[in-house]
């Protein structure tokens, strides 16, 4: 399966913004799917992820009630709302997608390209 990020760009502190990551090659329908981020000299962080069923989701304790997960299969894409953003939200995030469905908890099976997010002070 391939993924492309899409939707980030700059927004003020305190702004929002949904990223989407759009699949193909395969629906997405089996596999848990993730976003992750990464700023320069750290270490890739997991953000969110949510279960094959979409019945579970998960966050990074950062996120504390700001950000949200969701998937339309029917769409093949996977969203991440993000509200009340703070300087230290700016990373290049990235989609992924594990083939146990467990939400990218544990593991990572697909990467896609990431999207740029900053947010000005």
């Known amino acids: 399966v391939q993924l492309q990020a899409s939707g980030g760009g700059l927004v003020q502190a305190g702004g929002s913004l949904r990223l989407s990551c759009a699949a193909s090659?395969?629906?997405?329908?089996?596999?848990?799917m993730g976003w992750l981020r990464q700023t320069p000299g750290r270490e890739r962080e997991f953000v969110a992820g949510i279960s094959r069923s979409g019945g579970n989701q998960y966050y990074g304790d950062f996120v504390k009630g700001r950000f949200t997960i969701s998937r339309d299969d029917a769409k093949n894409t996977v969203y991440l709302q993000m509200n009340s953003l703070k300087p230290e939200d700016t990373a290049v995030y990235y989609c992924?997608?594990?083939?146990?469905?467990?939400?990218?908890?544990?593991?990572?099976?697909?990467w896609g390209q990431g999207t740029l997010v900053t947010v000005s002070s």
């Open positions: 090659g395969r629906s997405i329908s089996t596999y848990g």
């Open positions: 992924a997608a594990d083939r146990l469905g467990r939400g990218i908890r544990g593991s990572i099976h697909y």
